[in-house]
């Protein structure tokens, strides 16, 4: 891990949007090995900036709304799945909250299997 690379980075953005001069500044002196990292680590930024919501169908207003409410210093990013029987997944950073009939149903199948 390189912290130079890390906190330019950081650096990159001006009241929290990515600048694209700053970027096209960095990546104009440094080579191609650090240039990987550098895109590895503004991407983690991005990554840590928003929230992924997974749902069956479209939310309404009033949910969106409340969501919006959890995550205010976040993008929200809202996946239509239809596979999902019914209920939400979110996904922030690394952390994933999932209250699903698809999971449900995984997990009850799981748990007859052991007994089975």
Same mark, same amino acid.
Not at 21 to 37: A, F, P, W, Y
């Given at each position: 891990? $390189?912290?130079?690379?890390?906190?330019?980075?950081?650096?990159?953005? *001006? $009241?929290? @949007?990515?600048?694209? @001069?700053?970027?096209?500044?960095? #990546? #104009?002196?440094? $080579?191609?090995? *650090?240039?990987? *990292?550098?895109?590895r680590y503004l991407k983690q930024i991005e990554n840590a900036k928003q929230v992924m919501v997974t749902v069956p169908k479209q939310l309404e207003n009033k949910d969106k709304e409340m969501i919006r409410h959890l995550f205010p210093d976040k993008t929200i990013v809202y996946i239509n799945d239809p596979s999902m029987i019914s209920g939400i997944k979110i996904t922030s950073g690394d952390v994933e909250y999932e209250i699903s009939m698809n999971q449900i149903f995984h997990d009850i199948i799981n748990h007859i299997s052991r007994y089975d």
């Open positions: 891990m $390189n912290k130079k690379l890390k906190s330019l980075a950081a650096l990159s953005y *001006e $009241n929290g @949007q990515l600048d694209p @001069q700053t970027v096209d500044l960095i #990546s #104009s002196k440094i $080579n191609r090995r *650090e240039l990987k *990292e550098y895109i």
